[in-house]
């Protein structure tokens, strides 16, 4: 670890209620909450000296790509920095680097998502179209790449067909190294620990 290293973890768009209670209400679904995978990550980087920082957007379920690109705003991302995106997290990542040209040091995508979520069917059941127009209406190129000293990671599992086609096509404009895991869905925050994820932020 270089002195100055920090990390961002940025979770992703969760439905506003689960069983009619609101996510924010919901302690586990606080991505700071170490009984959760991204909290369990966060406080094992600390204890290793890391400083680790997981942003929480406001509303997320309907907030705007402008509200998420904010709360990035709000930070320090340099070339010391180690960002992991979670589901749309991931997409918003992409494009935050795309646009703002900012050259970090790794790149860890969760699971990302991409512009096919507009016309996926699943997504337009639960989300109004006007909204996925709004969010996904940058295309993600690929030039990110090059601002990224040590690579993009790309973590995905084997049960999710939508987020399969999202890295086949990340895998036509960009080089990611990919990790596949069996089982995993969407990785919820239900799952408690993460260690592949640890190892390769450390690695």
Sequence with gaps: ???NDHVILLHGRMPERIDGVL??????????????????????????GYLVI?????HEWMASYGEWKKELD??????DTILVGLSAGGYVLLRYLEQSGK????????APCSTLEKTDPISLTMLPA????????YEITGTAEQQIDRGITIFISDDRELMLKSLEFYKTIMHPKVIQ??????????????????QEILH
């Design 130 to 137: 006007s909204f996925l127009n709004e969010f996904y209406t």
């Design 54 to 58: 997981c942003p929480i957007v406001p």
């Design 74 to 79: 709000a930070l320090t991302i340099d070339e």
């Design 181 to 198: 895991l069996e089982n995993f869905g969407h990785f919820s925050f239900l799952i408690p620990q993460f260690p592949e994820l640890l």
């Design 1 to 3: 670890m270089q002195q």
């Design 23 to 48: 996510v924010a209400d919901i302690p586990i679904c606080n991505p700071n909450n170490e009984r959760n995978w991204m909290g369990w990550t966060k406080k094992r980087l600390e204890e290793k």
């Design 103 to 110: 050259k970090v040091k790794k790149l860890i995508l969760v």
